[in-house]
């Protein structure tokens, strides 16, 4: 369901514009104020859409608007804001604008009217998420793609190093992948991709990261997980895979996978060296047979 923010400091306009948003088949927050504004908009699960009243005590509407354009420099985060105002001069309709307002719509307005400016906004936010699907995720497993997997390897050990808290990785490779392709075609090596990935989502926590690092190659993020921790979650998803055959329609296959895994202990490790002693730890884990997790510092 979309979620709308309504910023308003009138309790009878944030009722009006509720009614409305609800019989529209959408999903109200109200803000009093525009910090209280600001401050629903800092959620993770925030709304993407806001009707946002240009006067209003604390921060107006222009200001709320100037500093979720800022966050949008700084992240990816992207808010749809609908400036609702009185004022209908041409220069003030600028400034909303430079401001970084998408659209408004100037009281007294009809339901029609909203229901319209809405819909735009719900499809440019919906155009929005699938752009950074596009940029972030790999389409065929779903995973995340290598490059915002190692952006979020960078923020993970920042993340570590402000905290003090652990930070374990893992490199995953599929054993024999090129077989699998050339003995059953790339539509199987396929199957096998993203039965991998399902697998290993099972196997660890929701907060844990997975991306395709290329390939047969995966890395996967465990944030505030010790290495022996880790090491232990690496085996769960190896066990799943040794102990279950992938099967499809007509076919059952044995798919193993070797992963290497490592721990930032010093929390001054770069990215690249974290992924060299994961690697490490993987290739070993292939040169002593395959279907082994071997973690690094190596024994």
Excluded at 42 to 50: S, T
Aim: net charge negative; hydrophobic share 40%; glycine share 4%.
């Amino acid at each position: 369901m979309t979620r709308i923010l309504i910023a308003d400091d009138k309790a009878v306009n944030r009722r009006m514009l509720k009614s409305m948003v609800e019989e529209m088949g959408m999903e109200s927050i109200e803000a009093h104020d525009g910090e209280e504004a600001c401050n629903i908009l800092k959620r993770e699960d925030a709304p993407q859409i806001v009707l946002l009243d240009w006067i209003m005590p604390k921060l107006n509407g222009l200001e709320v608007c100037r500093r979720i354009a800022l966050e949008r420099s700084q992240s990816q985060k992207y808010r749809y804001i609908i400036l609702v105002t009185s004022k209908d001069k041409d220069d003030e309709i600028s400034e909303g604008f430079l401001a970084g307002a998408d659209d408004y719509i100037t009281r007294p307005f009809n339901r029609n009217e909203l229901r319209m400016r809405l819909s735009v906004g719900v499809r440019i936010v919906q155009m929005q998420r699938d752009l950074l699907k596009l940029l972030h995720w790999d389409p065929l497993t779903n995973a995340l793609n290598r490059r915002a997997a190692l952006e979020r390897l960078d923020e993970e050990i920042k993340r570590s190093t402000h905290s003090q808290s652990p930070l374990s990785i893992a490199m995953l490779d599929i054993d024999h992948f090129k077989q699998i392709n050339d003995t059953h075609g790339h539509l199987v090596g396929d199957m096998v991709l993203k039965e991998v990935v399902t697998r290993i989502f099972h196997s660890v926590a929701s907060y844990d990261l997975i991306g395709r690092y290329g390939g047969d190659e995966f890395i996967l993020l465990f944030p505030n997980t010790k290495l022996t921790d880790a090491t232990l979650t690496c085996n769960q998803i190896k066990n799943s895979f040794s102990h279950n055959p992938i099967t499809s329609a007509d076919l059952t296959l044995f798919v193993t996978v070797s992963i290497g895994v490592t721990s930032q202990n010093d929390h001054a490790a770069l990215a690249d060296t974290l992924i060299h002693h994961a690697d490490d730890a993987l290739y070993k884990a292939k040169r002593q047979g395959r279907n082994q997790v071997y973690k690094f510092p190596l024994m």
